[in-house]
């Protein structure tokens, strides 16, 4: 009975060039039925039928493929050609291709080469900035300095180091000034793993805190002016022309920065580099021009020394 019952629901599969089977364990009637035509690798046109029969239960197909029959004299005709169509040429036709030309497309492809002439009329050096090293200390970007018009000056370098629970933490503390040169100078101080990042961090806490140094047509100071910070005293003296800068440590190297040229300074009490700096700034700042106070008090410059 069940072969009965599986040959009662034998498919079939026709092509006519060759000949298949499709069986199926349905008992069902086929549901869903699949015609096309179709050339074969050998020039032979055949057409293939697919039934697909179902039950509630489940699908079973089997294939046999077999080799359909080969039709002697049988010529693949390919399409004819439309009018004016002309045969592309194959690679290897033609004339080779110079150098400018080849150089010409490498430009157009990649850009302009390093050889110092552009074929296409571009500059040259167009791409130095993306293949620049970008990489500094430690494997990290490097960053480029700001230019922004302030020069800077590390005054001092030291290895601190901060005591943990688990050791001993070293780091690198920088002293930096930067200044114009035309009456605008700041200190900065900070700490980082690596000297050149301490530095980078100093000068922008420096950029944080310009202070205006009030100056004469003589590139000196209006008058005399003390300045402290912590156990530091700072001392400075305007001079005349061609005295230059006499005075030593920080103080010398932040009156440089804000481009004063005839001056007298003195360090009274600490050695601080960082605590001398920022007295000089102390110092700096408790300055005030002739004109300021003349307008201040409502009178002529002239009868300031009346």
């Keep these: 009975m069940a072969t009965a019952s599986a040959l009662s629901s034998l498919t079939s599969l026709s092509l006519h060039?060759?000949?298949?089977?499709?069986?199926?364990?349905?008992?069902?009637?086929?549901?869903?039925?699949?015609?096309?035509?179709?050339?074969?690798?050998?020039?032979?046109?055949?057409?293939?039928?697919?039934?697909?029969?179902?039950?509630?239960?489940?699908?079973?197909?089997?294939?046999?493929?077999?080799t359909p029959e080969i039709t002697a004299n049988v010529v693949f005709d390919p399409p004819i050609a439309p009018e004016g169509f002309v045969d592309p040429p194959y690679f290897d036709e033609g004339s080779d291709e110079t150098e400018e030309e080849i150089a010409t497309a490498f430009e157009e492809l990649y850009g302009p080469?390093?050889?110092?002439?552009?074929?296409?009329?571009?500059?040259?050096?167009?791409?130095?900035?993306?293949?620049?090293?970008?990489?500094?200390?430690?494997?990290?970007?490097?960053?480029?300095?700001?230019?922004?018009?302030?020069?800077?000056?590390?005054?001092?370098?030291?290895?601190?180091?901060?005591?943990?629970?688990?050791?001993?933490?070293?780091?690198?503390?920088?002293?930096?000034?930067?200044?114009?040169?035309?009456?605008?100078?700041?200190?900065?101080?900070?700490?980082?793993?690596?000297?050149?990042?301490?530095?980078?961090?100093?000068?922008?806490?420096?950029?944080?805190?310009?202070?205006?140094?009030?100056?004469?047509?003589?590139?000196?100071?209006?008058?005399?002016?003390?300045?402290?910070?912590?156990?530091?005293?700072?001392m400075l003296r305007p001079a005349s022309p061609g005295t230059g800068v006499i005075a030593g440590g920080a103080v010398r190297i932040v009156l440089e920065m804000a481009g004063v040229e005839n001056a007298l300074g003195k360090q009274l009490g600490s050695n601080n580099a960082l605590n001398n700096a920022r007295a000089t700034l102390a110092a700096v700042q408790q300055m005030r021009q002739f004109r300021d106070v003349a307008q201040e008090r409502g009178i002529p410059m002239e009868e300031l020394w009346k």
């Design 17 to 66: 060039s060759g000949t298949s089977s499709l069986i199926s364990s349905s008992t069902t009637k086929p549901i869903v039925s699949f015609s096309s035509s179709f050339l074969n690798r050998r020039g032979v046109s055949s057409s293939l039928t697919l039934v697909k029969a179902s039950n509630e239960q489940n699908e079973t197909f089997f294939f046999e493929d077999q």
């Design 113 to 234: 080469a390093y050889s110092g002439e552009s074929m296409l009329g571009k500059d040259i050096y167009v791409m130095d900035s993306k293949f620049k090293k970008s990489s500094g200390i430690g494997g990290k970007p490097k960053k480029d300095k700001i230019r922004d018009g302030f020069e800077e000056r590390v005054v001092q370098v030291r290895r601190v180091t901060k005591v943990v629970k688990g050791g001993k933490q070293l780091k690198f503390r920088a002293i930096v000034v930067v200044g114009d040169k035309q009456g605008n100078v700041g200190v900065g101080c900070a700490k980082a793993k690596e000297v050149v990042a301490a530095v980078q961090k100093s000068a922008i806490d420096a950029r944080r805190n310009i202070v205006q140094v009030p100056m004469t047509k003589y590139s000196t100071f209006p008058h005399r002016s003390e300045g402290d910070y912590g156990a530091a005293k700072v």
